[in-house]
């Protein structure tokens, strides 16, 4: 009883109670006050929709895009376990024959001369 009175180091850890109220232990379990508006104004019975929910109110930076044609980052790997949504838009972007020849096909604009002033009877069509 002496070794077990002289050894404190498992009652001198700080103690993990839950909070008193239920608002207190819900604010707890969704991270505090930063998610706050993050939560429906209605409670969500269906876990599935309120993950769902929650996953499409966080707010989720994507790389620049100079940066993501660089170098394939963190982005790409979450694209592929998502089930791979970023490849299957890249797919449906480059179609073959249809976005590239078109590019080619078209003429470039009319440059506008820099002196350019329209005259004054344009001008008081407009306005």
Same mark, same amino acid.
């Given at each position: 009883?002496? !070794?077990?009175?002289? %050894?404190?180091? +498992?009652?001198?850890?700080?103690? +993990? *109670? ?6 207190? #232990? ?7 006050? /930063?998610? *706050? &508006? ?11 929709? &309120?993950?769902?929910?929650?996953? !499409? #109110? ?5 790389? /620049?895009?100079? @940066? ?20 299957? %838009? @890249? @797919?449906?972007? !480059? ?9 080619? +096909? #078209? /003429? ?13 009877? #344009? ?5």
């Amino acid at each position: 009883m002496k !070794n077990q009175l002289s %050894n404190t180091s +498992d009652i001198v850890t700080t103690l +993990d *109670l839950a909070p008193p109220t239920r608002r207190l #232990m819900h604010w707890k379990e969704t991270g505090g006050v /930063e998610k *706050l &508006f993050t939560l429906p104004a209605r409670p969500i019975p269906s876990r599935v929709l &309120f993950k769902k929910y929650q996953r !499409n #109110m966080t707010l989720r930076t994507d790389p /620049e895009e100079g @940066e993501a044609a660089s170098s394939p980052g963190p982005s790409d790997q979450a694209a592929s376990k998502r089930g791979g949504r970023k490849r299957r %838009n @890249e @797919e449906a972007v !480059n179609t073959p024959g249809t976005s590239a020849q078109a590019t080619q +096909d #078209m /003429e470039p604009p009319t440059p506008v001369p820099q002196g350019y002033e329209p005259s004054i009877g #344009m001008l008081s069509s407009l306005g």
